[in-house]
């Protein structure tokens, strides 16, 4: 029978996941579609019972519900759990749902695509302590990160996620852009670039030396005002297009026990992003 899946966010219809996992479906002839739903707050429970009922094999969860659905779910996975927050919902074979956080390994995957996996035993710094930052500082220590810095505007929210992560430090904008040439990676994970939102850089990027390694979660622009002035400076630029791919292979796998191709998928985005 052919198997079906949705994305569930509002809003939705700017979503390029249904064309993303389509387009894996066909690649790999799989018999299944992914379809976007709107789904308000408070229709979510609802919306979660339907999905059940009308038989999906699996979800992605988008804003603003990643948080909301954890108590209508069956089974949270561990790492999700310390996340306090899920993006994928699988079926489970005895009909259970199961929820997983797929950010924050997205981009683990993502930056380790692009620069490789020797840079574990480098510094990080991770900018913005909003929902995006917590899921990465829990993905990169599950990866091997183990000197995290996480700076933010509201310094009490870096120490909040600092804490429950048992290591690293929280720092001020002022004292990471004073500290900037320490860092080997340096993760922008703030909402500000967005092509809606403010154009200016979190942090000042005086300090940035040669050869860094800056990623920026934010794909639309694709080159953010943070990685533009990074690579004048002489950085490796990572564009968060790569966490938005990841994050939806890990969940396919998650699924169907597949890791579709990232790379070419990539490449596809950016024409359309361009
Ligand atoms: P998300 O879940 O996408 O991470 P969020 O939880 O709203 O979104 O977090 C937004 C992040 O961007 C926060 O770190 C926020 O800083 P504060 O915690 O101090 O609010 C950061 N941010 C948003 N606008 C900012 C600005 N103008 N300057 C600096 N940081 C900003």
Redesign the pocket.
């Known amino acids: 029978m052919k198997k079906w899946f949705a994305v569930i966010g509002d809003p939705i219809s700017h979503s390029k996941s249904p064309d993303m996992h389509n387009t894996w479906f066909d690649e790999l002839e799989i018999d299944a579609t992914y379809i976007p739903i709107h789904v308000k707050t408070e229709d979510l429970n609802q919306a979660v019972a339907s999905l059940k009922l009308l038989g999906a094999s699996g979800w992605n969860v988008t804003v603003p519900h990643k948080e909301t659905i954890i108590p209508m779910l069956d089974k949270i996975d561990p790492i999700a759990e310390k996340m306090g927050a899920i993006n994928t919902v699988v079926r489970q074979e005895d009909g259970t749902l199961k929820g997983y956080n797929t950010d924050g390994a997205g981009f683990v995957h993502a930056l380790e695509e692009a620069v490789g996996k020797e840079h574990k035993d480098q510094k990080v710094l991770l900018i913005?302590?909003?929902?995006?930052?917590r899921g990465i500082a829990f993905a990169l220590q599950q990866y091997g990160y183990h000197q995290i810095s996480i700076c933010?505007?509201?310094i009490s929210?870096a120490e909040a996620i600092i804490n429950e992560l048992g290591e690293g430090e929280a720092l001020s904008l002022e004292q990471a852009e004073n500290r900037l040439n320490e860092f080997g990676i340096i993760i922008q994970?703030?909402?500000?670039g967005l092509s809606t939102g403010?154009q200016?850089l979190?942090i000042s990027l005086d300090r940035l030396q040669k050869e860094t390694i800056v990623a920026d979660i934010v794909y639309n622009p694709l080159i953010t005002p943070f990685l533009a002035e990074a690579e004048n400076k002489g950085a490796k630029i990572v564009t968060g297009l790569g966490m938005f791919v990841h994050q939806g292979a890990i969940a396919f796998n998650y699924w169907l026990g597949q890791y579709p191709n990232t790379e070419k998928m990539m490449n596809r985005l950016m024409e359309q992003l361009k």
């Open positions: 913005g302590a909003g929902g995006a930052s933010n505007r509201t929210k994970a703030t909402s500000l403010e200016k979190p």
